[in-house]
Nanobody
Framework: QVQLVESGGGLVQPGGSLRLSCAASGSIGPVNAMGWYRQAPGKQRELVAGITRGGLTNYADSVKGRFTISRDNAKNTVTLQMTSLKPEDTAVYYC?????????WGQGTQVTVSS
């Protein structure tokens, strides 16, 4: 069983920065892709950013130029650096990772952008 543990959420003022981290543990094997999703109250969960094992990335249009995703394949970790945060970035952020044999989600971490 694979477990994902997130850290780094919190309260930040508009224009501020936060860094989210996620570590995978358990019977992992090769991880195909890792990513971050978010879900705001009353809205569907949406992809924020994803990264393949080879380092190819994709971002939601709403975060391009502000967020950066990176991963460490040796440590099975993925990080989301968020800058120029806006109130509309407020949501619970979930880490996701999958391989050919499993698909796992973290428990979620709250990010609140407010003055």
């Amino acid at each position: 069983q694979v477990q994902l543990v997130e850290s780094g959420g919190g309260l930040v003022q508009p224009g501020g920065s936060l860094r989210l981290s996620c570590a995978a543990s358990g019977s992992i094997g090769p991880v195909n892709a890792m990513g971050w999703y978010r879900q705001a109250p009353g809205k569907q969960r949406e992809l924020v950013a994803g990264i393949t094992r080879g380092g190819l990335t994709n971002y939601a249009d709403s975060v391009k130029g502000r967020f950066t995703i990176s991963r460490d394949n040796a440590k099975n970790t993925v990080t989301l650096q968020m800058t120029s945060l806006k109130p509309e970035d407020t949501a619970v952020y979930y880490c996701n990772a999958w391989s050919t044999t499993w698909d796992s989600w973290g428990q979620g971490t709250q990010v609140t952008v407010s003055s």
